[in-house]
């Protein structure tokens, strides 16, 4: 019964995101008539270099309507790095007049052909996943490897399954989601040999998981699952996977299996919340809300996801070493970013318990006596075995705490501390329900939390 | 110059602390008196029995104007208990015509003769004071070794260091106190030769601190302060002494050495504080303060102040565990009793993070899942490798937990709880400034606090 409405479920899915016979041919043409510019555009270039289609489209794994074509040009080992991203430019700028440089391992130029995305990427020829000068270079391997594994069902199911783990908000290798590559999708489909066996094998993991498809791993890692690269024996693929994200993916296998269902590969957008609401829900819960806004520092997702997450830590690390107990935090960012914590406890007393040393370590005693035995602290009474004094606390509200000098002494990321140099606002109490304008909905998701 | 200083001190403590002829003398006469009735009372009984006196009159060792004579009576062994009683009262009776029955570990009859505080005490004539039946049968050995070793040199010097200790506030073995007893002062005294060797070798002393004056001791002790008790082995004389009062003492040790002043040895009684000043305590520390009063349990201190202690642990320790922080506490009687504690926090928002088990133990986190799913909580959501919900509180105020049958979970000492059953108050912020009416020098410690 089960079975049958989970393979229901499954039919369903594969009819949205199969893609077509007529929508595989447009791909086809396309990718044939940029691999023929390159290769023309290659002639006018001093080196030997060849081209080859790389990602899920060139795998047969993409999931239908997804419209990216990566090209990889390959260059000689021997070309300085200079040359190898000058030639690419170059290269990339004839096939796509229309498109304009970004920036991953080298510059690259992206751009649109007959409504795909394209992106047309240098890299070096180099003999194995082992040997490679940058991480791009891995990616023809990881190409080859799974061509010559992936039969067209496991393709199917490799589909379903990134359009599961997008459903649940956990597809992407990117440092902003911190889910499943494709690459490493793909390679879970292989393991376990299905879809659905993907699932009942996750249902069961205790993190954490090692999966090494060829053997031939040579590494430890610390990471909640570690998936040995088939192409690389000291690689996890599944590196940048946060161990909440593993945690979350055992609860949606098992929800799935228990409860199969369409919806759960529907991607969850809530309505955004207004100030109102937000209002609403800091009064039912009764928390202090703090939160420091600043200019959102331009970087890409990659970097710039890695700084709010570790600013966020410094912040709420700082502000609960204070006193300040912090319930739950978020960053988030568009043109402004935020840094959004909600206190259980946003101001304290006057004076603070401070514990000097033992007394029976005669010097260290006497000198924490004698620095406080005159001063306007309570004590040094005696406690146990140490002096202790009530003493002055510095800062007695977590406003005060953020709009002091001290925020800039916990682990802010490089480029948010630079923009938080530049300028900021602390919000507190109500002042946090304007956020609602523009970050609608981060706060639905914030108060709404689900796995 | 600090050596004739501190000899200086010690000569005027030891004017006003030694007892002179005339004193020596009364006292000498009312205990002959006394000592005589009881042989005289000893005839009507149908037992052998003698007396003897004990405790610092009888060692010489009591300061000047202390008024305490303790006669003990000794019966045969082979006395049943209730007979020894029987006697016991019928002698005291008999020797203080006006004196009133009191409970130690047997009843025994104080009163008052010629200006002098007597107790007659019943205790076995036991053989050695490892053989004992109570506490009280040892008291006779502790005297007959300090006769045999406390020369006039060193029971002055002894008299000195009661008299620091009593300044200093940590003179008593009673279970209020926690201090030191007259019998250890006086171990002390001998085991290293005068008052000023006492406190020298205090000041380095690292606890715990093992003394053993018969090299006879049989057991460890946890205690900061170990002396093995010369007339008996598995006995740890210093047992009561806090951990807090060995690291006072350490302290003013240090201090009267470093500073010799006869100040110290005057004990402290602050100026009671009003209500106004303590409202005023409590604006400049900025703090939550609450407080349970209720009525005094009829108990001796001995068995009072424990039970104050343990449900004062009980009380702050279950706040602390709710998240109201607790600063400082105390616990205060007369006729009323009353747990006054600090609060550094004392409303919390209506939500609390509860965590579950991790996601990969399965059975129990689909159990917490499931439990959660539906309600009214925040979440489930995932966090690291386990399931969160933020949940409703119970008790968003101190106030409201300390009002709750909750209370009566902690660890309150028997009759505290019983106390607590028949009725109480729960005073917050500004009312608990009404307590200086009847505390005011406890608040005035408290406000004041001093190693």
Not at 87 to 93: D, N, P, Q, S, V
Not at 332 to 360: C, K, Q, S, T, Y
Request: with cysteine.
């Amino acid at each position: 019964m089960s079975d049958e409405a989970f393979a229901a479920v499954v039919d369903a899915v594969r009819e949205r995101v199969d893609p077509d016979p007529e929508e595989r041919e447009r791909l086809q043409e396309a990718v044939d008539t940029l691999v023929a510019r390159v290769e023309d555009a290659l002639q006018s270039v001093p080196v030997e270099a060849d081209v080859v289609q790389v990602g899920s489209t060139a795998r047969g794994t993409w999931i239908a309507g997804d419209r990216d074509i990566d090209l990889f040009v390959r260059f000689p080992t021997d070309l300085p790095r200079e040359e190898l991203e000058d030639y690419g430019l170059e290269i990339g700028h004839a096939v796509l007049p229309e498109g304009h440089e970004e920036f991953a391992e080298h510059p690259y130029v992206t751009g649109a052909y007959d409504g795909f995305d394209v992106d047309l990427v240098p890299c070096y020829a180099v003999e194995s996943a082992t040997a490679i000068a940058s991480a791009v270079d891995r990616t023809p391997f990881h190409n080859r490897y799974l061509e010559d594994h992936l039969t067209p069902d496991l393709a199917a199911d490799a589909r379903v399954l990134k359009a599961f783990l997008k459903g649940i908000g956990i597809y992407g290798s990117n440092l902003r989601t911190q889910g499943f590559s494709g690459y490493l999708t793909e390679l879970l489909v292989l393991e376990y040999g299905g879809f659905r066996p993907v699932l009942a094998a996750a249902t069961d993991w205790t993190p954490p998981v090692r999966l090494d498809p060829e053997a031939h791993g040579r590494a430890e890692f610390d990471d909640a699952l570690v998936v040995i690269d088939p192409t690389d024996p000291e690689r996890n693929v599944a590196a940048v996977l946060s161990t909440t994200n593993v945690a979350r993916f055992q609860h949606h296998a098992r929800d799935l299996l228990a409860d199969p269902r369409e919806a759960v590969f529907d991607p969850d957008f809530p309505e955004p919340l207004s100030a109102a609401e937000v209002r609403d829900h800091l009064d039912r819960r009764g928390t202090a809300p703090v939160a420091v806004r600043f200019e959102t520092p331009d970087l890409v997702d990659d970097q710039l996801y890695p700084q709010l997450r570790k600013s966020l830590a410094g912040v709420t690390d700082a502000l609960d070493r204070r006193g300040f107990d912090v319930l739950r935090a978020t960053a988030m960012a568009d043109d402004a970013a935020v840094l959004f914590v909600e206190l259980a406890v946003a101001e304290r007393p006057a004076v603070e318990r401070h514990e000097g040393p033992p007394i029976h370590v005669r010097d260290h005693a006497q000198r924490f006596y004698e620095k406080y035995a005159d001063g306007e602290e309570y004590g040094p009474f005696v406690d146990g075995d140490r002096y202790v004094v009530e003493r002055n606390r510095e800062v007695r509200t977590a406003r005060e705490f953020l709009e002091s000098d001290a925020l800039f002494d916990v682990g802010l990321g490089a480029h948010v501390e630079t923009a938080l140099e530049d300028d900021y606002d602390v919000l507190v109490d109500d002042q946090v329900a304007t956020l609602a304008d523009g970050f609608g909905v981060e706060l639905a998701r914030y108060f709404a939390p689900r796995p």
